[in-house]
């Protein structure tokens, strides 16, 4: 049983159902895998992992995720060919929010281990230019490593912090579209990691949900107007949320657009502790444990400049 | 500096894009690109279209990178791409990931393994296997899955035996799809 400390009382009045999401927290993640469809299709896998007995279900929601039965997926064929890769469903949507054409350049801020990163590669066909950012050189070489396992050819490593990153070496100055996936608090995660809540203090809030603020506002910056940025949590924390939506809205050129969500979720909230946000945060969703038994997560997508800057007529 | 120690104008803290032919090498040893196309078509069979929007990369003494674009040279990036070669070596070893990548493409040097070989083959084990009649040296391994051939990884053939040179991080222990 996870001792939550009290983080999850903090949330009790932003749920429709209380007992459901402290339920769904006790309860451990189903292991899941992504397809990676630059080395094969889902039917492929589905094939192939019925070949060697092992089991699955396949997500609904989803063509290319399985869930596992039983077996941990590292040793099955499927994942010694580099055809999927362990993912959870909610990681998944960052990379399904941002869009993708060929031939894009595309940073992803905070990168490492790379779930996210190996997932755009494959949207964009593993063609254009993907800049794989992250602080952590420890993380980095795990970035790099599930890259090669998945046979990525178009993504850059590179080890700069995020919030003043330079383009400089490069033959082009702003990108496409950003994902910052960012540091947090992880409350979203204590279905994988039962002590999320053991470290957690407020004080931790404030001081990422700054470094957050940093990240966000270079990501709108290096992004070329009329392109995406997608900004994600794996935190319930509104601080960390729309609190920094509603920062970087008032400090950069952009604002919040409406995507459509797969996955059963909720608004993001306009008001928290006495502090009201930009009505357009609620344009971001929130998405708890109960609502499809997964883990946390916050998503907002981004559209830099005004109206019409940069959209092709 | 390590890795580019020895190796004159090879800097081994940055990448640098392969020249185009030896025309235009500058660095003593470095593999061209015309020379890296060249290899995978004789060796494998690869069509040198394969690579046709790739750039190819030297970071320390030998190590090639392949990138999906173009980028100016040098950089100072944790990493460009994928490995795919080890060049300045006598006999260039491609790497597992690139045979894993584009290895079903190739029309020679590639050794058709049976379900208890493949098994062997991926958790690291050397076998003894006289049947093959073809070159001794790097080959493809590949087995059986899903309807296709499925390329493991590369193996070493020499004196009857192939060595499985899967690295140490890739090696496992699979089900057998004979049993
Ligand atoms: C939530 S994790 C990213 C997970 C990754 N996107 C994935 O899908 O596998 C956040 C990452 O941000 C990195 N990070 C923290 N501060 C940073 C900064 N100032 N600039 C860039 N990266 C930073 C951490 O090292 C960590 O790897």
């Known amino acids: ?313 | 500096m390590s890795d580019g120690e020895g190796a004159p104008g090879n800097d081994g803290s940055q990448f640098d894009r392969l020249p185009a032919t030896a025309d235009e090498r500058e660095v003593e040893g470095r593999a061209t690109r015309e020379e890296v196309l060249d290899w995978w078509a004789e060796r494998f069979g690869l069509a040198p279209e394969t690579f046709a929007n790739h750039t190819f990369w030297e970071k320390g003494k030998g190590k090639i990178w392949v990138f999906a674009d173009d980028l100016p040279s040098p950089q100072e990036l944790e990493g460009v791409g994928m490995t795919v070669l080890r060049t300045r070596q006598e006999h260039w070893k491609p790497t597992t990931t690139a045979v894993r990548k584009w290895g079903h493409l190739a029309t020679e040097n590639v050794i058709e393994l049976s379900p208890g070989q493949a098994t062997a083959f991926a958790a690291g084990h050397d076998q003894e296997l006289p049947e093959w009649e073809g070159d001794w040296g790097y080959l493809i391994a590949t087995h059986e899955l899903a309807g296709d051939q499925v390329p493991i990884g590369v193996g070493l053939y020499l004196y009857d035996e192939l060595r499985s040179v899967v690295p140490k991080g890739y090696q496992e222990e699979l089900p057998d799809l004979g049993e």
């Open chain 1, 1 to 313: 049983m996870n001792d939550d400390g009290g983080v999850l009382d903090r949330y009790a009045s932003l749920v429709d159902d209380e007992a459901a999401l402290r339920a769904a927290c006790e309860r451990p993640l189903p292991s899941v895998v992504r397809v990676n469809t630059l080395a094969a299709d889902a039917d492929r896998v589905a094939r192939a992992f019925d070949e060697e007995g092992t089991d699955y279900e396949r997500v609904d929601w989803h063509d290319g995720l399985f869930r596992m039965a039983n077996r941990s997926p590292g040793t099955t064929w499927p994942y010694a060919h580099g055809w999927v890769h362990g993912q959870e469903e909610v990681s998944c949507l960052p990379a399904m929010a941002l869009g993708h054409e060929p031939g894009m350049r595309v940073w992803d801020t905070c990168a490492a281990p790379g779930s996210k990163t190996t997932q755009l590669a494959a949207l964009m066909d593993d063609s254009g230019v993907l800049v794989g950012n992250d602080t952590s050189l420890g993380r980095l070489s795990a970035l790099r490593h599930n890259a090669e396992r998945l046979g990525v050819t178009n993504l850059l490593v590179d080890q700069q912090d995020a919030r003043n990153y330079s383009l400089n070496g490069f033959d082009f100055e702003e990108f496409d579209a950003t994902l910052v996936d960012a540091p947090c608090s992880c409350e979203g995660t204590i279905r994988k990691n039962p002590d999320a809540f053991d470290t957690w203090t407020l004080d931790h809030v404030h001081e990422v949900a700054g470094i957050q603020k940093g990240i966000l506002r270079r990501a709108v910056q290096a992004t070329r107007p009329g392109g995406t940025v997608v900004y994600s949590t794996c935190t319930f924390a509104p601080e960390e949320n729309e609190a920094v939506l509603d920062h970087v809205l008032r400090e950069e050129d952009c604002r919040v657009v409406e995507w459509d969500c797969p996955l059963e979720s909720v608004d993001g909230v306009t008001e928290w502790h006495g502090e009201e946000f930009d009505p357009s945060v609620a344009k971001a969703t929130r998405i708890y444990p109960h609502h499809n038994d997964t883990g946390g997560f916050f998503l907002a997508k981004l559209r830099v400049g005004g109206e019409d800057e940069g959209v092709s007529a």
